[in-house]
């Protein structure tokens, strides 16, 4: 019912610059809220930036004034601009949704991720 289809990693030096892109696929009902994860080799999947459908914004500390999130206002396609790129942004970056379905059941959605390198 909802394909996340993300895109525009890449390789990049420190201080350097990316735009990711996550297509946001749907047929039934209304994305409200997406967020952008990531995960380095090793560590945990964390949260990065999040949007409403509203443009409502939210970041973590670590990427705070760098990075910006946005969407278009149908919430079909949703961006990360990454700035101020450092070697410890290197990570796959996922583009997730969520929604509570029938009983409360939450419906968890992921897409593939893009890789995301900065060299030093």
């Known amino acids: 019912q909802v394909q996340l289809v993300e895109s525009g990693g890449g390789l990049v030096q420190a201080g350097g610059s990316l735009r990711l892109s996550c297509a946001v696929h749907?047929?039934?009902?209304?994305?409200?809220?997406i967020g952008w994860y990531r995960q380095a080799p090793g560590k945990q999947r964390e949260l990065v930036a999040t949007?409403?459908?509203?443009?409502?914004?939210n970041y973590a500390d670590s990427v705070k004034g760098r990075f910006t999130i946005s969407r278009d206002n149908a919430m079909n396609t949703v961006y990360l601009q990454l700035n101020s790129l450092k070697a410890e942004d290197t990570a796959v970056y996922y583009c997730?949704?969520?929604?509570?379905?029938?009983?409360?059941?939450?419906?968890?959605?992921w897409g593939q991720g893009t890789q995301v390198t900065v060299s030093s």
């Open positions: 997730n949704t969520k929604r509570v379905g029938v009983g409360g059941v939450l419906n968890d959605y």
């Open positions: 749907r047929r039934t009902f209304t994305i409200n809220f």
């Open positions: 949007i409403t459908k509203g443009g409502s914004t």
